[in-house]
């Protein structure tokens, strides 16, 4: 049993086996918690100090395959600038951002809506219609946003020529 031990321990030692690593993280910028404070109250509106949640493959492999909690800083069609909580800022696509609940629901709570979904029971629990929006990721909200932009065309006189 000895012999076999000490055969093992020196082909281990030939063959030592590392887990697989992450590449290494490429220098990003540094920057402050930035003074962004915004809570979402409905659909489209999303601006700078936005809490959102990464969804994995949204940034650099070092930084994991994992979903992470993030501040918007910048919004725009291509990419957004979003801050991590370890300071640094990365370019994420819109379609890979997802609202941060807890806020909005706690908004909605204190003003006092007392349930957001449809339904009890087990989860999933679907989510009432004027609350859907809440599963939407960054692009949906901004896809809203042009919808609300374009002009609405309303007949001003309509009602002098009614007779």
């Not at 601006?47 to 909690?69: E, N, S």
């Not at 801050?83 to 609940?101: M, Q």
């Not at 006092?112 to 809440?134: A, K, N």
Request: net charge positive; proline share 13%.
């Amino acid at each position: 049993m000895a012999a076999l031990a000490k055969e093992l321990h020196q082909y281990h030692q030939a063959h030592p086996h590392y887990p697989p690593s992450r590449p290494a993280p490429p220098k990003r910028r540094r920057r402050q918690r930035p003074p962004y404070a915004h809570t979402p109250g409905g659909p489209g509106d999303v601006r700078p100090g936005t809490w959102l949640w990464v969804k994995p493959g949204g940034l650099h492999p070092a930084w994991g395959d994992i979903h992470r909690l993030a501040m918007l800083l910048r919004l725009d069609d291509r990419y957004c600038e979003v801050w991590l909580d370890d300071t640094t800022v990365h370019r994420v696509k819109p379609h890979l951002l997802i609202l941060e609940r807890t806020p909005v629901i706690n908004a909605a709570r204190a003003a006092g809506v007392t349930t957001l979904v449809g339904s009890s029971g087990p989860r999933p629990r679907p989510l009432l219609p004027q609350w859907q929006w809440l599963r939407w990721t960054l692009a949906d909200h901004m896809e809203d946003l042009k919808g609300d932009a374009q002009p609405q065309e309303h007949p001003v006189q309509e009602g002098l020529f009614a007779a």
